[in-house]
């Protein structure tokens, strides 16, 4: 029996490193969830006009309101670790 290893068919990207600021990050996060909300509501309006399909506007909102629900569990726990924080005695 002879084993042939897997090979990827492309390389991973590798990080980059950059010298962006935390408010530009945020910032850009805010945009994608904007714009993922927006997909999704441009799916639902297509599949309402008659020109979309009913399994992408589930899809594209099955994804936004996951996105919507991580970025308020992410958003949670930043203001729960503020909060421990600022409550610390000194």
Same mark, same amino acid.
């Given at each position: 029996?002879m =084993?042939v ?12 490193e ?6 530009? *990050?945020?910032?850009? *996060? $805010?945009?994608e $969830?904007?714009a ?5 509501q441009?799916?639902e309006?297509a ?9 992408a506007? =589930?899809?594209d909102?099955a994804?936004a ?6 970025? *308020?569990a992410a958003?949670?726990?930043?203001v729960?670790?503020?909060q421990?924080?600022?409550q610390?005695? =000194?």
């Amino acid at each position: 029996m002879m =084993i042939v290893p897997l090979l990827p068919d492309e390389a991973a990207p590798l990080p980059q490193e950059s010298s962006k600021s935390s408010a530009s *990050v945020f910032g850009r *996060v $805010l945009d994608e $969830l904007g714009a993922t909300l927006r997909r999704a509501q441009a799916s639902e309006d297509a599949f309402a006009g008659g020109s979309g399909s009913l399994r992408a506007a =589930i899809y594209d909102r099955a994804q936004a309101d996951i996105t919507v629900t991580v970025a *308020v569990a992410a958003v949670s726990r930043t203001v729960q670790s503020l909060q421990a924080i600022l409550q610390m005695q =000194i």
